[in-house]
């Protein structure tokens, strides 16, 4: 079992490790040209799906990452992920089938709504690469809801994980519970490199969600 401290805010658990890739590792990703995204578009460049046997699907079409440089990256850095689940959420551990892939630009004006991930997401990271300042990921005690009168209202509440390149951010999605978004800074586009250990037995990771060990698991709050 490793040992990494997990931080806790309302229903998250997460984990932050800065210099997570390497210099190498670092290089090659950021060079994406991130000036032509719209500045209020969020665009995904690069999507790979790495199952356990190692076989690979590409989502995206171009070689923005060579096979090679993916693959590398995977056999690298698999285990860990596998055992920061078993550490922060050992109920979904042995439902992994996959890993996800992303390299995801987001315009300067962009600003993704309040969500709380996909049930087929078992761990997220998203690891900020450039440019050297802009804006993390903000995390909320709860989304955004309609008041008396129609309107929708945002929580006044949140906290910021700041932007600091080769910075990553790890956490287990809980349906409901989760809330966070991201945005651009109003200066910069940004680039991020996202990994995300899936299954498609979603059905399983609802069951595991809505039993009465996991939910008493939640209660924590800061």
Known sequence: MIHIPIQSKYFFKYIIL??????????S??????SKVPSNGVLTCYHARIFK??????????????IENIMSIHNK??????SILSKICPA????????????????????????????????STVIYLKPENNMGTLIYPCP?????????????????????PNRALIFSRIHQKTWHSYQGDGKSNR?????????????????????????????WAN
């Open 18 to 27: 800065d210099d997570f890739l390497s210099e190498n590792e670092v290089k």
């Open 29 to 34: 990703l950021n060079r994406v040209d991130i």
């Open 53 to 66: 046997d190692k076989n690979i699907e590409p989502k995206t079409e171009g070689d923005i990452i060579p």
């Open 77 to 82: 850095y698999e285990n860990l992920f596998y």
């Open 92 to 123: 979904k551990s042995n439902l992994i089938e996959f890993m996800d892939y992303h390299l995801t630009i987001t315009g300067k004006d962009s600003n993704y709504p309040i969500h709380d991930d996909l049930p087929y997401k078992l761990l």
């Open 144 to 164: 955004k809801y309609p008041l008396f009168n129609g309107e929708i209202d945002s929580p006044t509440e949140g906290f910021v994980i700041n932007w600091k």
């Open 191 to 219: 680039l991020a490199f996202i990994i995300n250990v899936g299954t498609d037995k979603v059905k399983e990771v609802m069951e595991i969600e809505n039993s009465k060990e996991f939910r008493e698991s939640i209660t």
